[in-house]
Protein backbone atom coordinates (compact mmCIF):
# COMPACT_ATOMS: atom_id res chain seq x y z
CA UNK A 1 0.00 0.00 0.00
CA UNK A 2 1.49 3.71 -0.70
CA UNK A 3 -0.09 6.72 -0.84
CA UNK A 4 1.96 9.81 -1.83
CA UNK A 5 0.92 13.26 -1.15
CA UNK A 6 2.20 16.22 -3.04
CA UNK A 7 1.02 19.65 -4.03
CA UNK A 8 2.52 21.45 -0.40
CA UNK A 9 4.52 24.42 -0.62
CA UNK A 10 4.28 28.40 0.79
CA UNK A 11 1.62 30.06 0.07
CA UNK A 12 1.03 33.74 1.87
CA UNK A 13 -2.09 34.22 4.13
CA UNK A 14 -5.31 34.29 2.21
CA UNK A 15 -4.05 32.21 -0.50
CA UNK A 16 -4.96 28.83 -2.19
CA UNK A 17 -3.49 25.30 -2.66
CA UNK A 18 -4.03 21.83 -4.16
CA UNK A 19 -3.20 19.16 -2.31
CA UNK A 20 -2.91 15.36 -4.36
CA UNK A 21 -2.72 12.00 -3.04
CA UNK A 22 -1.39 9.35 -5.23
CA UNK A 23 -2.61 5.49 -4.54
CA UNK A 24 -1.86 2.35 -4.92
CA UNK A 25 -1.44 -1.19 -3.94
CA UNK A 26 -5.32 -1.75 -2.92
CA UNK A 27 -8.09 -1.45 -4.27
CA UNK A 28 -8.90 2.39 -3.84
CA UNK A 29 -12.80 2.37 -4.30
CA UNK A 30 -13.40 0.14 -1.52
CA UNK A 31 -11.79 2.55 0.75
CA UNK A 32 -12.79 6.11 2.71
CA UNK A 33 -9.90 8.53 2.34
CA UNK A 34 -9.17 11.47 4.47
CA UNK A 35 -6.94 14.11 5.03
CA UNK A 36 -4.89 14.91 8.13
CA UNK A 37 -2.21 17.05 9.16
CA UNK A 38 0.74 17.45 11.69
CA UNK A 39 2.08 20.99 13.02
CA UNK A 40 5.47 21.60 14.79
CA UNK A 41 5.21 20.38 18.15
CA UNK A 42 1.65 19.28 18.20
CA UNK A 43 -0.30 16.48 17.77
CA UNK A 44 -1.67 14.94 14.70
CA UNK A 45 -4.99 16.25 13.29
CA UNK A 46 -8.52 15.25 11.38
CA UNK A 47 -8.80 17.69 8.65
CA UNK A 48 -11.28 15.82 6.07
CA UNK A 49 -12.81 12.60 5.44
CA UNK A 50 -14.86 11.05 2.06
CA UNK A 51 -16.87 7.67 1.50
CA UNK A 52 -15.89 5.36 -1.28
CA UNK A 53 -18.02 6.85 -3.83
CA UNK A 54 -17.16 10.90 -2.97
CA UNK A 55 -21.34 11.48 -2.00
CA UNK A 56 -20.65 12.22 1.65
CA UNK A 57 -17.90 13.89 3.62
CA UNK A 58 -17.04 15.53 6.80
CA UNK A 59 -14.63 18.36 7.80
CA UNK A 60 -12.71 19.73 10.90
CA UNK A 61 -14.25 22.86 12.27
CA UNK A 62 -11.17 24.53 11.89
CA UNK A 63 -11.76 23.80 8.01
CA UNK A 64 -15.53 24.35 7.60
CA UNK A 65 -16.14 26.57 4.47
CA UNK A 66 -12.41 26.90 3.55
CA UNK A 67 -11.27 23.22 2.39
CA UNK A 68 -12.52 20.79 0.04
CA UNK A 69 -11.80 17.18 -0.27
CA UNK A 70 -12.81 15.67 -3.10
CA UNK A 71 -11.74 12.17 -5.12
CA UNK A 72 -11.06 10.54 -8.78
CA UNK A 73 -11.57 6.60 -8.39
CA UNK A 74 -10.35 6.45 -12.19
CA UNK A 75 -7.25 8.07 -11.54
CA UNK A 76 -7.06 5.96 -7.75
CA UNK A 77 -6.38 9.98 -6.47
CA UNK A 78 -7.59 11.92 -3.45
CA UNK A 79 -7.45 15.86 -3.68
CA UNK A 80 -7.74 18.41 -0.96
CA UNK A 81 -8.42 22.05 -2.12
CA UNK A 82 -7.94 24.74 0.04
CA UNK A 83 -8.93 28.25 0.29
CA UNK A 84 -8.40 31.42 2.73
CA UNK A 85 -5.46 29.56 3.96
CA UNK A 86 -3.85 31.17 7.61
CA UNK A 87 -0.70 31.19 9.09
CA UNK A 88 -2.42 28.17 11.60
CA UNK A 89 -3.14 25.98 8.45
CA UNK A 90 0.56 25.53 8.83
CA UNK A 91 1.75 21.95 9.12
CA UNK A 92 2.87 18.41 7.40
CA UNK A 93 -0.29 17.25 5.46
CA UNK A 94 -0.95 13.58 5.29
CA UNK A 95 -3.58 11.46 2.97
CA UNK A 96 -4.92 8.69 4.79
CA UNK A 97 -6.65 5.19 4.04
CA UNK A 98 -9.61 3.60 5.73
CA UNK A 99 -10.20 -0.04 6.00
CA UNK A 100 -14.05 0.57 5.92
CA UNK A 101 -15.90 2.42 2.63
CA UNK A 102 -17.98 5.04 4.42
CA UNK A 103 -15.23 5.45 7.90
CA UNK A 104 -15.70 9.28 8.03
CA UNK A 105 -14.81 9.18 11.68
CA UNK A 106 -10.98 9.98 12.52
CA UNK A 107 -11.20 6.61 14.37
CA UNK A 108 -11.43 4.78 10.80
CA UNK A 109 -8.10 5.42 9.89
CA UNK A 110 -5.74 3.32 10.49
CA UNK A 111 -2.65 3.71 7.74
CA UNK A 112 -1.07 7.38 6.87
CA UNK A 113 1.29 8.17 3.65
CA UNK A 114 4.57 10.19 3.27
CA UNK A 115 3.26 13.80 3.83
CA UNK A 116 3.55 17.17 2.18
CA UNK A 117 4.57 20.46 3.83
CA UNK A 118 2.42 23.63 3.58
CA UNK A 119 3.80 26.73 4.82
CA UNK A 120 1.50 29.93 5.12
CA UNK A 121 3.49 32.64 5.83
CA UNK A 122 3.74 36.17 4.66
Known amino acids: VQLQASGGGLVQPGGSLRLSCAAS????????MAWFRQAPGKEREFVAS????????RYADSVKGRFVISRDNDKNAAYLQMKSLKPEDTAVYYC????????????????WGQGTQVTVSS
Open 25 to 32: GFTFDDSA
Open 50 to 57: IIWSGTRT
Open 96 to 111: ALSSHPYGLGPQDYTF
